[in-house]
C-alpha cells in the first residue's frame, strides 16, 4: 500500500506522520489547516497531500524550517513560556521570515519546564540539533557511513536523530555514568 | 445574498489580498460566468492610476493575462479577470521547492513569448517576478504560465503620468538600471526580471543584492547551457543582455530543456494543483443557487480569512514574501522633487523601508533621498488636503 509506506517514509524523515505534525500544531496553536499551509508558505492543497501522505516530502528547505519554527513555537506555548495573547504576532513571525537557510534560525528550547526528566529534555535538545543540521535521510547515510568504522558514533546518530525521544533519553541514561 | 457591484458583479468570496485590494471571486450576471474581481478603494489615488494602466492593457496572447473590463461605483473601482485557478510560480516553488530545467526552461519560455507580445505593443511589464506568473491548473501535464499584473506597466514612448520620476518594480527582481533615477522604461528589464524569476525557480531562493547568481546556478547543478543564457539575462549591463525576448527565446529552444508536450515534462512529481477553494453554500457552478437558503457572501469590507491564491497576481499568501519582506509588492519611489508639491497623485502610502540596499551599494544613499522625498511627498498630500 502505496499511503502506508509513504507514511513509514515520513517517520524516518520527520520523526512521525506530517498528519500527527499538522494536526498538533492545527489544534495547538489554534489554526485551520489554509492558516497552517499560509504560516508556512504552502498551498493547502500541496499540506493535504502530504498530511493524507500521497506524497512524502516536503520540497521546499524553507518551508520545512518555518515548519521547524512552528513546532519550537508550540512547545514554548506548552511550556508557558508564550501566551496565547502572543500567538497570532509569533506565527506571522514565522510566517514573514527570510527564506534563505541562511538568515533563518531555529530556536532551541532553552529552558526546561520545571519538574520535565533531564535526561529527556537534554536528549530532546540534542535530537532537535541533529534535525536543525540534517534530515533524516541525512542522518541515515551518515549512520550508515560511520557503522563499519565507529559503530559508536553510528548508534549515536542513529537513536538520536531516527530514533524516538524514549530511546534517546534511554540511550543517555545509559551513558550518563560515563561522562 | 453577497454584494452587488455595478449591478452586475456579485461578490462570492475573497480569494486573496493584493497590493492594491482586495481579490474577490464574483458572479458576473451579465456574461454569467465567474470573474476574479480586484476591488479598490477610489481614495488611494496611486492605486487608482495603477488601475488606470492596468485596464489600458489589452493584449491577446496565450500567455497574458488581462482584463475583462471594469466598473466603478460610488467609492470604489473594481478590475475584472479571468480566473486562474493554478497559483503562481511562487505557488509551485513553495511546494515543491527547487524546480526541476525542464519545468523553468518551459516557463520561462511562455514569459519570454509573453514579454514578446508586450514588447511589440510598445509596453514594458516592469515588474516580472514569480508572482506574477499565473498558472493554469494543468496538474502533472505541461503548464500555462499567464503573465498578470499590468499595474506598473508603461509604454516606451508615451509621455509620463506625473511629474513625478518613478522608479518602479519589486525589490530584488527590478533591473539595476531601472532603480535610477531618469531611467526611461526599455523592454531589457523585463528581460533581467525574467533571468532572476527562472534563477528563483531554479534554486528556490530569493534574489537578493548579495546572490551571486553563477554561484547559485552552478549549486543547483543547472545545465550549463541554461546557465549561460540565464547569466546573460541577468547581467547588470543591459548591453550584455539579448537584445529581445525573441532572441532570448531562440537561446532557450536551443538548450533542448523547453518542453512542447506532457510527455517532454519526465517524471519529477512537479504538480500545478487546483488552488480555488470550494464555492461557499448557495454558489454552483452555474452561478447563484435559488434552492439555497441564504448566500454566504461577506460585505466587501470584511477581512480577508485564509484562502489561497487565485486570479491575483498579487494574490499569493504561500509563497509570495515580497510584501512581507519588503513592503508593498510593487514600490512606486518618487526620485525627484521636481513637482512634489505639484502631482503626488502616484505615489502609494508610505510604505516599510526597503529591508535592505538595493544592488549596486550608491544606492543606499539614493534610497535615503528617495525616503526624504517621500516623506516631502506625503508632507505635501497632507498640507493640501
Known amino acids: 500500500m502505496t499511503v502506508e509506506r509513504n507514511r513509514a517514509e515520513q517517520v524516518e524523515l520527520y520523526g512521525e506522520p506530517l498528519a500527527d505534525v499538522f494536526a498538533r ?20 492543497p500541496m499540506l493535504s497531500q502530504l498530511g493524507s ?19 519550537a513555537l508550540l512547545e514554548e506555548v506548552e511550556a508557558g513560556r508564550v501566551g496565547e495573547d502572543e500567538l497570532p504576532a509569533r506565527i506571522e513571525a514565522v510566517r514573514d521570515s527570510s527564506r534563505t537557510w541562511s538568515t533563518s534560525r531555529l530556536d532551541l528550547a532553552a529552558t526546561p519546564a520545571a519538574g520535565t526528566d533531564r535526561d529527556v529534555v537534554e536528549a530532546t535538545t540534542v535530537r532537535q540539533l541533529l534535525r536543525a543540521v540534517a534530515s533524516g535521510a541525512d542522518l541515515r547515510r551518515a549512520a550508515d557511513l560511520l557503522h563499519d568504522d565507529v559503530p559508536g558514533l553510528a548508534e549515536l546518530v542513529r537513536t538520536y536523530g531516527l530514533g524516538s525521544p524514549e530511546e534517546a533519553a534511554a540511550h543517555l541514561r545509559r551513558h550518563r555514568e560515563l561522562f | 445574498m453577497g454584494e452587488t457591484l455595478a449591478g452586475r458583479y456579485e461578490l462570492v468570496d475573497p480569494l486573496g489580498e493584493g497590493g492594491a485590494g482586495v481579490v474577490w471571486r464574483a458572479w458576473d450576471h451579465r456574461t454569467r460566468r465567474y470573474v476574479a474581481a480586484k476591488v479598490m478603494r477610489q481614495s488611494d489615488a496611486g492605486s487608482l492610476l495603477r488601475f488606470v494602466r492596468e485596464q489600458a492593457v489589452r493584449i491577446e496572447h496565450p500567455h497574458v493575462l488581462t482584463p475583462l473590463g471594469w466598473a466603478g461605483e460610488d467609492d470604489r473601482v473594481l478590475l475584472t479577470m479571468p480566473i486562474v485557478s493554478g497559483g503562481s510560480a511562487a505557488t509551485l516553488v513553495g511546494d515543491h521547492g527547487a524546480l526541476p530545467p525542464v519545468w523553468v526552461a518551459t516557463l520561462l519560455d511562455q514569459l519570454l513569448a509573453a514579454l514578446e507580445v508586450i514588447h511589440a505593443a510598445g509596453l514594458v511589464h516592469r515588474d516580472v517576478k514569480p508572482a506574477n506568473l499565473l498558472l493554469d491548473a494543468t496538474g502533472g501535464g505541461l503548464p500555462r504560465v ?32 531601472a532603480l535610477t533615477a531618469g531611467w526611461d522604461p526599455d523592454p531589457r528589464a523585463d528581460l533581467y526580471g525574467a533571468g532572476l524569476t527562472a534563477v528563483e525557480l531554479l534554486t528556490a531562493r530569493r534574489p537578493s543584492d548579495a546572490t551571486d547568481v553563477a554561484a547559485e546556478l552552478v549549486r543547483a547543478e543547472v545545465p550549463v547551457d541554461l546557465a549561460r543564457l540565464l547569466l546573460d539575462l541577468t547581467a547588470a549591463d543591459p548591453k550584455d543582455r539579448p537584445d529581445s525576448a525573441a532572441a532570448a527565446r531562440a537561446a532557450l529552444a536551443s538548450t533542448g ?3 512542447r508536450a506532457d510527455d517532454d515534462l519526465g517524471a519529477h512529481g512537479v504538480e500545478v494543483f487546483d488552488q480555488l477553494p470550494p464555492l461557499p453554500r448557495g454558489w454552483g457552478s452555474g452561478g447563484p443557487e435559488p434552492a439555497g437558503p441564504h448566500r454566504t457572501a461577506p460585505d466587501a469590507t470584511g477581512q480577508v480569512p485564509d484562502a489561497p491564491a487565485a486570479g491575483s497576481p498579487e494574490a499569493d499568501p504561500g509563497t509570495d514574501a ?3 519582506e519588503i513592503g508593498p509588492a510593487t514600490r512606486e519611489e518618487p526620485r525627484s522633487t521636481r513637482g512634489a508639491g505639484g502631482a503626488p497623485a502616484a505615489v502609494d502610502p508610505p510604505a516599510a523601508p526597503p529591508r535592505r540596499p538595493a544592488r549596486p551599494m550608491p544606492r543606499l544613499g539614493l534610497a535615503l533621498v528617495t525616503l526624504g522625498t517621500l516623506m516631502v511627498v506625503v508632507a505635501a498630500v497632507l498640507l493640501t488636503r
Open chain 1, 25 to 44: 500544531l492545527t489544534a495547538g496553536l489554534h489554526l485551520s489547516q489554509a492558516g497552517l499551509a499560509r504560516a508556512i508558505g504552502m498551498s493547502p
Open chain 1, 53 to 71: 501522505a500521497h506524497r512524502v516530502k516536503i520540497g521546499n528547505p524553507a518551508v520545512l524550517h518555518r515548519l521547524e519554527a512552528l513546532q
Open chain 2, 146 to 177: 499567464r503573465l498578470a499584473d499590468f499595474g506598473v506597466a508603461a509604454a516606451v514612448d508615451q509621455p509620463r503620468l506625473t511629474h513625478v520620476t518613478h522608479a518602479v518594480g519589486t525589490l530584488g527582481y527590478a533591473a539595476p538600471e
Open chain 2, 257 to 259: 530543456l523547453v518542453a
Open chain 2, 322 to 324: 515580497t510584501r512581507t
